[in-house]
């Protein structure tokens, strides 16, 4: 199966916001009600926008396309988070849809995120999963380790997440 994968732009924010959206409901379900209505369409549209809206160089976001279906996307960055000061990259996102699972999708956002972090002098990387997540045992088979753990508090709920270091090279 071949997939298009491409830099996003302002013209898919809107399906950005939808598979985002869906991907939470359908991956996070030990999340509380709460925490989903926070996180609603039109919470994520106007996040997308301003995102999309202000280019940054230090940025990244893919878009995974079958035929004009966005299937996946994923979102790099330059890392800021004092709870893990080593790290110069964040891989901040990978969602795709639910009947796209299996078909290397995630491999191939990230291998491009790699190449991207690398050549722009952004490794050694980390990534942040929910610890109930439970695709979180992909980062250490592909040699991420644990480095830190912490609660993210997201619409006034604790919820345990996981910092992971990439390998020393890539």
């Known amino acids: 199966m071949t997939f298009d994968i491409r830099s996003a732009t302002i013209d898919d924010v809107a399906a950005i916001t939808r598979l985002h959206v869906d991907s939470w409901r359908d991956t996070y379900t030990f999340m509380p009600d709460s925490v989903h209505v926070n996180r609603s369409y039109a919470y994520r549209y106007e996040e997308w926008l301003e995102i999309l809206s202000n280019p940054d160089p230090d940025h990244l976001i893919l878009t995974a396309w079958d035929g004009d279906v966005l299937v996946g996307f994923s979102n790099c960055r330059r890392c800021d988070d004092p709870d893990l000061p080593e790290a110069k990259g964040e891989m901040h996102a990978i969602y795709f849809r639910k009947d796209y699972r299996g078909k290397a999708i995630g491999f191939m956002l990230f291998d491009r995120m790699i190449q991207f972090l690398v050549k722009r002098d952004l490794w050694p990387t980390c990534l942040w999963a929910?610890?109930?997540?439970?695709?979180?045992?992909?980062?250490?088979?592909?040699?991420?380790?644990?480095?830190?753990?912490?609660?993210?508090?997201?619409?006034?709920?604790?919820?345990?997440?996981?910092?992971?270091l990439a390998p020393d090279s890539p």
């Open 130 to 164: 929910f610890k109930e997540n439970q695709f979180r045992h992909t980062y250490k088979a592909i040699g991420f380790t644990e480095a830190v753990h912490r609660d993210r508090v997201i619409a006034g709920v604790a919820i345990p997440e996981v910092g992971y």
